[in-house]
């Protein structure tokens, strides 16, 4: 119980200096304008003008500041957590800005105040948007260096020593800025065998464990019969630690599945939406960023078309047919990096294959080319497919399109795959590439598709970025 008020106040005070350091960023981003606007409003600039009678409009500011702030607290903007993504708390405060803005001219209409300068109301909006997005990622910056220098880190143990739970620890190893460290396993005998991972003991001595370990929190990524789950509970509840839940068939939820309560019985509906049918932005956004990369390299690609002339005959482009969203086929853009007869021989090397399932990857491929080893090596051969983005047949991140020859039909799970946009970049490509097994690639693409959002996108393509520089599992 001590560690649980101890937390409890803890909370309060990071919740007090956030909401602190939001009221200064609010009000410097209001000054701001009002600098640069003091044409219009010239007795607000100095801190007594402002809260004079000389300034009629200062209600309004007076209002809008704590609707700002009652939106991130909705949010849950004032919550340190580790594992939310820096696009989702800025997305969240641009839509607190926007929905409290919406209210401030609501405001202004119900009150009828004359002449209220709309163009000060908006810059504002948009300055308070980027200082309080600006601060969160440098907060986020200093808590991440805090907890890889072990600053409040977290001691867990995982209830489950099967294939969700080592994912779960598995996943958790790879992000150390979340500060939590997997002491062991829970589980019972029946489990011993089926993992390497450190098995603390069986579910019945959990309370020892936990005081024995120093855990401060447990995940749950099984489901014991009704009185053993009950029973963890309670033990938790009286010793303190925070208790998450990995829901039962995880794997098939979307990220915003829906939330809610039938009388005092909280549910969790399991939606299957159509992702396209969430992407009108997406599109969008690939077509205006592709278009823009288009220009911008267009230099740089016909320096590359060039020198893939100059060092073997054949065309300066290769057209893959592959699978694109709803089974469609089209032609995949790629710089030519093989010999022109790459195809013809590929037989021959059919028994030197180094991926498994329908995939073909060879290390040291004799039919690639001396530039194409570079290309290939840099991820510059995959450029070219730019023009699909731009034509609609790929989008920049989504499940990598295979080669139609290299599909096996009857696998379900590559059907799946097939339901929207192949991208240019994926999970597969920023977690290993062409080393990652076929099966990885495959529950990857269904994780992304299952919980796909705006957010994972930017996440994937700024992590694309040092993967490709680094050059690993590219072959």
């Excluded at 009000?27 to 100095?46: D, K």
Aim: net charge positive; glycine share 6%.
């Amino acid at each position: 119980m001590k560690t649980t008020v101890r937390n409890a106040r803890q909370e309060w005070m990071i919740h007090s200096v956030y909401v602190f350091i939001d009221i200064i960023c609010i009000y410097a981003a209001i000054y701001l304008v009002l600098l640069l606007r003091q044409g219009t409003l010239p007795f607000a600039i100095s801190w007594e003008g402002f809260f004079s009678s000389a300034n009629p409009f200062k209600i309004v500011f007076f209002l809008w500041v704590p609707v700002i702030l009652f939106f991130n607290q909705a949010h849950g903007l004032y919550q340190t957590r580790r594992e939310k993504l820096e696009s989702l708390e800025i997305w969240q405060v641009m839509r607190s800005v926007v929905l409290s803005t919406l209210v401030a001219i609501v405001v202004v209409y119900l009150l009828k105040i004359q002449e209220f300068p709309r163009g000060v109301l908006l810059f504002s909006a948009v300055a308070i948007s980027i200082l309080l997005s600006l601060w969160r990622v440098l907060k986020k910056l200093l808590v991440n260096v805090l907890v890889g220098h072990g600053y409040n880190n977290f001691n867990a143990v995982i209830i489950g020593a099967r294939k969700a739970g080592v994912l779960l620890s598995e996943e958790i190893k790879k992000q150390p800025a979340l500060g939590i460290k997997i002491i062991g396993f829970l589980d019972d005998q029946e489990a011993l065998n089926e993992t390497k991972e450190k098995l603390l003991g069986p579910l019945k001595d959990f309370q020892n464990i936990v005081q024995r370990e120093f855990i401060d929190q447990v995940f749950i990524t099984m489901y014991p019969e009704h009185q053993i789950f009950i029973k963890l509970l309670e033990e938790a509840r009286e010793l303190g630690i925070a208790v998450r839940v990995v829901p039962q068939g995880y794997e098939y939820m979307v990220q915003d599945f829906i939330k809610y309560n039938i009388g005092i019985v909280p549910v969790l509906e399991y939606s299957d939406v159509d992702i396209n049918a969430r992407q009108g932005a997406k599109r969008v956004f690939d077509f205006v960023l592709s278009l823009l990369l288009a220009i911008l390299l267009s230099p740089f690609l016909l320096v590359l078309m060039i020198l893939i002339k100059l060092d073997s005959p054949g065309p300066v482009f290769y057209y893959s047919k592959r699978h694109g969203y709803n089974a469609r086929v089209f032609d995949m853009l790629k710089f030519r990096s093989m010999v022109v007869n790459a195809e013809a021989l590929l037989p021959q090397l059919k028994e030197r294959n180094e991926a498994d399932g329908p995939i073909f990857k060879m290390r040291q491929d004799p039919r690639i080319t001396r530039v194409g080893a570079y290309l290939r090596r840099w991820s510059l051969d995959e450029l070219p497919q730019i023009f699909n983005v731009l034509k609609g047949d790929m989008s920049l991140v989504g499940p990598r399109p295979l080669p139609i020859s290299q599909v096996e039909k009857e696998d379900l799970r590559q059907l799946r795959r097939l339901g929207i946009r192949p991208g240019m970049t994926g999970l597969w490509q920023i977690r290993g590439r062409s080393d990652v097994s076929f099966d990885k690639l495959l529950r990857w693409d269904i994780w992304y598709i299952n919980n796909w959002s705006f957010g994972l996108d930017l996440y994937i393509l700024f992590q694309t970025f040092p993967v490709v520089l680094k050059g690993k599992g590219a072959y």
